[in-house]
């Protein structure tokens, strides 16, 4: 149906039946490489919006969302190992130039310096970092110089967003904010920031399969590690309900001999040797990758939050879709596609797409409701840009 204001919006009716009765999901942790990159790349956005506000009274281009952690090598040991060479991390992008007393690169250093020791438990010279940001196209800036009455989108493409989260999905973000949690660490200190999480649901059956690094100062020996790990899993089964299946380090040897058996770090991070990284290889913006779900492949970290839609559509989305299935209890599970065009202003999307999965037609007056509640929310978008500018949204 059309809007006063032009937008489309599609209502598309599907039975319950069609839900998948098989499901999976993951969340990548504050430590994972790709998560590393992503929590650095919007820590130097948020600072650049910061500092473009103080300078310019409103924020210039810019997008700092190409990031590239390369690993590092160790040597673990129980007890206690080394890191050989130390992990690399490049920060890559575009930005307006700020007044001369202020760097742009100065900025990004610092704010990704205070978010790596204000995330992550690890030494201060672990992490070496790069910052190659240059400024941006001249038809890019345009964006911001034409933008009188609203933010103009600087790119054509899309963002989605569904709600609500199925059973599994809450249970592997339980599962993250425990292994995460103050109480958790003080427990078992030998974790690392470094952990993942897949959920499977098979029917109603449901199975965690999680890898945690382990930091080797904190485990003795490798019965020690065996005795440490089953603790853990037993802790985190207890917390879930002991009827959830929980898997620990699958790739482990049991019982171990030696470090070459298990998973163990010197500092906690698998990439100090182990892996690499980069932004947008992680969870979504609801702390997810869903790939039973309809799913964006944009990084949204480190985008402009004025101006990149795909950052703020995808977020966007996932509002809107909450606010309908909060709003509107009965309506069932709900899915957002939102569609951009570049020059165009960010809160007239040029497609509003809402599928609704339910038992039955939707009626007149829930069809209204649902109209009502999408254009609430696109008025509301320079608040949502606020927001993100503040940090009061996760974007991964």
Do not use: W
Not at 304 to 327: F, T
């Amino acid at each position: 149906m059309k809007t006063e204001t032009n937008i489309a919006i599609t209502t598309i009716v599907l039975s319950e039946k069609s839900l998948l009765q098989a499901e999976i999901c993951k969340h990548k942790g504050i430590g994972h490489p790709d998560s590393i990159c992503d929590g650095v790349a919007e820590a130097a956005s948020q600072a650049l919006c910061r500092a473009y506000l103080a300078a310019y009274g409103v924020v210039q281009h810019h997008n700092v969302d190409k990031a590239l952690l390369i690993g590092g090598e160790s040597e673990p040991r129980f007890g206690g190992g080394k890191i050989r060479i130390p992990i690399r991390l490049i920060i890559c992008g575009r930005a307006t130039p700020l007044p001369a007393r202020q760097n742009v690169k100065t900025v990004i250093q610092d704010a990704a310096h205070a978010y790596l020791q204000r995330n992550l438990h690890i030494p201060g010279d672990l992490i070496e970092l790069e910052v190659a940001v240059r400024s941006g196209s001249a038809d890019l800036q345009q964006v911001f110089s034409k933008a009188q009455t609203g933010a103009i989108a600087n790119d054509t493409s899309f963002g989605v967003g569904y709600a609500p989260l199925s059973e599994l999905e809450q249970m592997v973000l339980e599962v993250a904010e425990l292994m995460k949690s103050t109480p958790f660490r003080a427990m078992y200190p030998v974790s690392g920031d470094d952990y993942k999480i897949m959920g499977k649901r098979l029917g109603v059956e449901m199975e965690f399969i999680l890898a945690l690094a382990f930091v080797d100062r904190h485990v003795a020996s490798a019965k020690a590690y065996d005795e440490i790990k089953l603790d853990i899993r037993r802790s985190i089964a207890s917390h879930l309900g002991n009827s959830c299946s929980v898997r620990l380090n699958t790739l482990d040897s049991f019982p171990a001999h030696t470090e070459k058996d298990v998973y163990l770090t010197v500092s906690g991070l698998s990439g100090e040797h182990g892996d690499d990284g980069q932004v947008g290889r992680g969870n979504r913006v609801n702390g997810l990758i869903t790939p039973s779900r309809t799913m964006s492949l944009e990084g949204a970290a480190g985008k402009n939050p004025v101006s990149h839609v795909g950052k703020i559509y995808n977020v966007l989305a996932h509002e809107m879709a909450e606010a309908l299935s909060v709003q509107l209890p009965d309506i069932g599970h709900v899915s957002v596609q939102l569609l951009s065009a570049i020059g165009m202003p960010v809160n007239r999307p040029q497609l509003v797409n809402v599928e609704i999965i339910r038992e039955g037609k939707l009626t007149p007056a829930l069809q209204k409701e649902v109209q009502r509640i999408s254009l609430e929310r696109l008025a509301n978008i320079d608040h949502l840009s606020r927001r993100l500018i503040e940090g009061r949204i996760r974007v991964f």
